[in-house]
């Protein structure tokens, strides 16, 4: 059975990305589908003279480990200034230490929202550009924009006809 590995990279506890990802991985049929929240992988900021102090925490080595045992991965951005969450970031400059390979050749669909127009874009854009140098293998990308018109929070799906074709055509990609 395929596995998909599902997160937002997001810090916040009610994350409206979150909620995306779960409703992406709902319309996936026939796969078994891992969400992981990445508080549980929560380490100190990186920096050098710890790495070197301390080595590689072991939780960058055990969300490595999860990303290897999926044969593919969603993640939903939460935009802070236009760039990752710090959460996202910090969990990222750790397993990069390990290796390059941080996304293990895994196709990714890739998605954001907020509550405004832009639909946090800017940070989808740069993880788009950003993954496959770090072995993503991205295979699509969606953004929505105005999550609280667009999205019904009760029942967890989005209620713009053409916005969830888009996702479906997405996740179509993805397997």
Known sequence: M?????????NSSIS???????????LLDGVEVETLDIHDYEMPIYRHDREEES???????????RVGEADAII????????LYSAAFK???????RVGRDVFQSKPMLLTSTSTGPGGAGRVLALAETAFPHFGGEV??????????QK?????????????????????????
Do not use: M
């Open 139 to 148: 295979k699509a990308a969606f953004s929505l924009d105005l999550y609280d």
């Open 55 to 65: 080595g590689i925490p072991q939780l960058a080595h055990d969300f490595l480990a």
């Open 2 to 10: 395929t596995k998909v590995l599902a997160f937002a990279a997001s």
């Open 75 to 82: 993640i939903g951005f939460a935009e802070h200034n236009g």
């Open 151 to 175: 999205f019904d929070a009760a029942s967890g799906k989005i209620t713009d006809p053409d916005k969830d074709a888009e996702l479906k055509a997405a996740l179509a990609k993805l397997l």
């Open 90 to 96: 910090n969990l990222f400059d750790w397993c990069s």
């Open 16 to 26: 409206i990305n979150r909620t995306l990802v779960d409703y992406a991985a709902s």
